[in-house]
Structures are given as C-alpha cells and as structure tokens.
C-alpha cells in the first residue's frame, strides 16, 4: 500500500515526467479500501476519473457539463447527481455507483508552518471512521 503518490517514484518506469503528469489523478490510501467520489465536492479535473464509473458510456466533454452544472447547484445526494441529462441515460449495470457518495471519509489538510524566519508547507490527511477521526498521513516539506 502507498502512503503518498510519490512513492511511485520507486517503481521501475515511473520518470518524473511520467510523475507529473499522472498526479494530479492519483489518491494513495494505505488499506485496501477503495476510495469514493463525494459528487458533491467534484471539481472539472476530476471528470476524466469520473468516465469509468459509468464504463466508459459517457464521453470526457460530457463528463464535464455534469460537474459544471452541479458546481452550480446545492448539494445533492447520489441519485441527485444520477438524475443529470447525461448521465440518466445510461443503464443501471453500466454505472459503479458504489463508487459515489454524497459524504467524504478522508479529508486533506494543507497550509503552512512558519517557525522564526522558516517557512515549511504542511500536509494532514484525516480519515473519519465510526465517528472518529483519525490522522492517516502527515509531511512537512515539499515532495517535490
């Protein structure tokens, strides 16, 4: 399991151009838990993650106007974001809803330390579990 997503540094093929481009889409989690897309907190970088969970019946550009037009509106719950023109068309065994919620179970945290004349960037990441809430990664400093 991956604690951070510059642990795939280390893998053989992985160059720091291929880093680049690839991180902006990659979530570590250290469990075998499978993460969900909360619909409510999507941004328009994340649709191209977004096109699987409907097996690839819905279009990149599609994708799109479904998360610009729920930017726009209160939050909904799954069936909500389901109802949008384009995505109610496509059939039930065709979308992996398991993979939406309209609730988050982790949560990053970043700003920045500054101690005297030293200033570092800080990151936190928090899973909430059973009510609780636990700290599942920190770092202090750059990845880069």
Do not use: W
């Not at 398991?98 to 200033?119: A, C, I, N």
Request: charged share 20%; aromatic share 8%; proline share 6%.
């Amino acid at each position: 399991y991956m604690v951070s997503k510059t642990e795939l540094r280390a893998i053989k093929g992985y160059t720091s151009e291929i880093f680049r481009i690839v991180a902006p889409y990659v979530c570590a989690r250290p469990s075998r838990d499978i993460g969900v897309f909360n619909v409510n907190t999507l941004s328009v970088t994340d649709a191209p993650l977004l096109v699987p969970v409907f097996q690839n019946e819905v279009t990149l550009e599609q994708m799109i106007v479904v998360i610009e037009s729920q930017l726009l509106e209160p939050p909904v719950d799954v069936a909500g974001f389901l109802a949008h023109p384009n995505l109610s068309v496509i059939a039930p065994q065709q979308r992996l809803e398991t993979l939406l919620s309209d609730r988050s179970s982790h949560f990053h945290l970043s700003g920045e330390v500054v101690y005297l004349d030293v200033r570092l960037p800080y990151e936190a990441v928090f899973a909430l579990r059973d009510g609780r809430t636990q700290l599942v990664r920190r770092r202090f400093g750059e990845d880069e």
